[in-house]
């Protein structure tokens, strides 16, 4: 079987789900094609082994995909006649939800993963896109050449999505952990300058859907107990829409002798492990409810509590796997660090490895 897998970005998920799969069929019967943006590719191709040695895996790039549609009809013909896949593979799926009738009408066979879910969103829903989303799951369940929908990290919406929509297209799929491997290279560890000062750190991409700019404002309100014992470490890349009010705070919050640390780049893998190893409490107060967060896989390894909004998918996950807290308030996150009663479950870092991650999707190709 000839298959492509696609994805227009790499960065975060999308490229450690490329690498999981990538380290994972090597030395399958299958073809594997993957088709991937160019500039993304030269920009990351060092952290990785990734190569054409193997005699089932090519790669295929293309530039600015996601321009407009015409550009994007236009790559995957070419993709197409080059190939002639049996199966497209989508790391991300619903973006494509333009290009993949395209694709079907031809006769191949499409598989994905779901971020989003819908379910967790839908009282707040306008009428309109209660309509589409019933609309397009409804494209997916009844089109013979969907063959899988990969629901992220969430069994529950998996099993009631088949319900609802009486199929059995939708499959759970782990988010899985990264096994970050303890470096001794220094990086980040000197953050912390004694014993008993607490790491309270935010990672990832700061932008307002992470909630990154209500943290800020709640170390601004923040009661004088906290200043002295606490150090907040803000480490990953700043989104250019909210960067100089982030930076505006950031000033603000130094004027009040707030420990603070900006490391405004993307961690590599052992920078990630140097700033873990030192940190008391994570902070991921997503607005998005209806996504997991890679964030929690990081932290059960490490046995680091996770504090985040109690709404939505991410606040079950970390319920029902005891890996921190969720509230309404995030002040609340600084009083339970505080006390010591953080403890973290290692269930969820044992069921949700690589292995389970890349096992489902093949067994689906």
């Not at 899988?148 to 088949?162: A, C, Q, R, W």
């Not at 250019?240 to 130094?254: A, G, S």
Request: glycine fraction near 4%; charge should be positive.
């Amino acid at each position: 079987m000839r298959i492509i897998i696609f994805d227009y970005i790499l960065s975060g998920h999308h490229m450690e789900y490329i690498h999981n799969i990538y380290e994972n069929i090597q030395y399958d019967n299958n073809l594997y094609y993957f088709a991937l943006p160019r500039e993304d590719f030269n920009t990351i191709k060092n952290n990785y082994r990734w190569n054409n040695k193997s005699k089932n895996i090519n790669f295929y790039f293309f530039d600015s995909f996601m321009v407009n549609f015409h550009i994007q009809k236009k790559e995957i013909n070419r993709l197409i006649k080059i190939i002639n896949p049996d199966k497209f593979f989508f790391i991300m799926l619903q973006p494509m939800y333009k290009i993949i009738p395209f694709i079907l009408n031809k006769g191949i066979k499409v598989s994905g993963i779901h971020y989003y879910i819908y379910l967790y969103e839908w009282k707040n829903l306008s009428l309109l896109r209660k309509i589409r989303n019933i609309t397009y799951y409804s494209f997916l369940t009844r089109n013979k050449n969907v063959s899988h929908v990969y629901i992220l990290n969430d069994i529950v919406s998996t099993d009631l999505l088949n319900k609802l929509f009486k199929t059995n297209k939708f499959f759970y799929l782990v988010d899985p952990v990264q096994n970050l491997k303890k470096s001794n290279e220094i990086y980040y560890r000197n953050l912390k300058r004694n014993d008993t000062e607490k790491i309270i750190a935010h990672l990832g991409s700061l932008d307002i859907s992470k909630g990154t700019l209500d943290i800020m404002h709640t170390l601004l309100s923040f009661d004088n107990k906290y200043h002295n014992n606490c150090h907040f470490v803000f480490a990953g890349k700043v989104n250019t829409k909210i960067k100089n009010q982030f930076y505006e705070l950031v000033n603000q919050i130094e004027k009040k002798n707030i420990n603070i640390t900006v490391i405004d780049k993307y961690l590599t893998l052992d920078e990630m492990d140097s700033l873990l190893q030192i940190t008391s409490l994570l902070l991921c107060p997503y607005k998005r409810t209806s996504q997991s967060s890679g964030i929690i896989g990081y932290a059960a390894q490490y046995k680091i509590p996770v504090f985040a909004y109690d709404k939505g998918l991410l606040a079950k996950l970390i319920k029902r796997n005891n890996l921190g807290l969720v509230s309404d308030n995030i002040i609340d996150a600084f009083d339970y660090i505080e006390n010591g009663n953080a403890t973290v479950s290692d269930r969820y870092y044992k069921t949700h490895t690589v292995e389970i991650f890349a096992k489902t999707i093949l067994n689906g190709f």
